[in-house]
């Protein structure tokens, strides 16, 4: 085997020493990013028991089997066009977000109902060119946005992963117009080489 200097061969290395991919095994979570939204909610209280929630991004399931541990006899709609696992309560619905349909379902399973809690760890199939994934996920977070305009309860909550670069400044400040409280946050398990960030948004205002 020739020397380990490839990408794949930083990724693996990367792999190794994350403690959050360790409790991943060790825990028998879905995936590393359950421990995001556990710090988030930990710190922040998001998640109660008879919420709706709608979460956008949902594969593999990590956040979905969170949510679906931590919120008995509620509602969770998990939107992803790969698969999810599901759990007790979550309506999986498999298709992108910004279809016209997957609204409808939405639309469907709330049956008037109104959210509690809108979350997305959407992230853009990266295309290699920076500005055209960075133009992705301000769109992702645009989406996510309209959402919490449609469906989220007065006083309803927001998480939104979100890139920095071009675009993000402008989104963030028309966010804080909406929410009583809105903060950009990088859980620990959060990669720090990683240029995402969690916008968590509490108290919407109803338009
Ligand atoms: C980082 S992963 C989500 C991880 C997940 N939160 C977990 O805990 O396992 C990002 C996901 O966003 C999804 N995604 C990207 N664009 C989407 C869209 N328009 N609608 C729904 N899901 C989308 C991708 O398919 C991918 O599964």
Do not use: C
């Amino acid at each position: 085997m020739g020397k380990k200097s490839s990408s794949s061969g930083r990724w693996l290395d990367r792999q190794r020493r994350d403690p959050y991919v360790k409790r991943v095994h060790e825990e028998g979570t879905v995936s590393r990013a359950h421990y995001k939204l556990e710090q988030l909610d930990r710190k922040y209280r998001l998640v109660a028991p008879r919420q709706a929630v709608l979460e956008l991004g949902a594969a593999p399931g990590g956040w979905t089997r969170y949510l679906a541990e931590r919120i008995p006899g509620g509602l969770i709609i998990a939107v992803d066009p790969l698969p999810v696992a599901g759990g007790p309560g979550v309506q999986v619905v498999v298709g992108e977000f910004g279809e016209e349909w997957v609204d409808v379902r939405i639309e469907e399973l709330l049956a008037g109902k109104k959210l509690d809690l809108v979350l997305s760890d959407m992230a853009p199939n990266l295309s290699g060119i920076r500005a055209a994934d960075q133009a992705t996920s301000i769109h992702l977070a645009d989406l996510t946005l309209d959402a919490a305009g449609r469906w989220l309860k007065p006083k309803g909550s927001l998480v939104v992963k979100v890139f920095h670069g071009e675009g993000l400044d402008a989104w963030f400040a028309e966010t804080k117009r909406k929410f009583e409280i809105t903060r950009m946050v990088k859980p620990d398990a959060s990669r720090r080489e990683s240029r995402e960030a969690y916008v968590v948004a509490t108290g919407w205002r109803r338009e």
